[in-house]
């Protein structure tokens, strides 16, 4: 198997990574759609898809407080990588709240 990673975009950044033994594209098809991701994101309690490219999400957070915000995906690269980020935080979508995720064989 071979490993790969993203270069750090700062000293803010964080990165993990997981091994699954299943096909890329399959693994790629669950997670992108969001549906399936409350499931196993521990604080995720529901997403609900509200445009081709946008959800909003709700977190439950430190003592029983929900959050609710709006995730956009900006790139999508199938099979490869998504990246998605949170219109809400600042107006016209400037933020530093972007995640991406890659998959990689």
């Given at each position: 198997m071979q490993?790969t990673?993203?270069?750090?975009l700062?000293?803010?950044t964080?990165?993990?990574?997981v091994?699954i033994?299943?096909p890329?594209?399959?693994?790629?098809?669950?997670y992108?759609?969001?549906?399936?991701?409350?499931?196993?994101?521990?604080?995720v309690?529901?997403?609900?898809?509200?445009?081709?490219?946008?959800s909003r999400?709700?977190i439950?957070?430190?003592?029983g407080?929900?959050?609710?915000w709006?995730?956009k995906?900006?790139?999508?690269?199938t099979?490869v990588s998504?990246?998605?980020?949170?219109?809400?935080?600042?107006?016209n979508?400037?933020?530093?709240q972007?995640a991406r995720?890659?998959?990689s064989?």
């Amino acid at each position: 198997m071979q490993r790969t990673s993203l270069p750090p975009l700062d000293e803010n950044t964080i990165e993990a990574s997981v091994t699954i033994q299943r096909p890329v594209e399959e693994v790629f098809r669950f997670y992108r759609d969001f549906k399936n991701l409350p499931g196993f994101l521990g604080d995720v309690m529901g997403i609900e898809q509200i445009g081709p490219a946008t959800s909003r999400w709700v977190i439950q957070g430190p003592l029983g407080i929900r959050a609710n915000w709006t995730m956009k995906v900006t790139e999508e690269r199938t099979g490869v990588s998504l990246r998605f980020f949170c219109p809400d935080v600042v107006p016209n979508g400037v933020n530093d709240q972007t995640a991406r995720r890659r998959l990689s064989v």
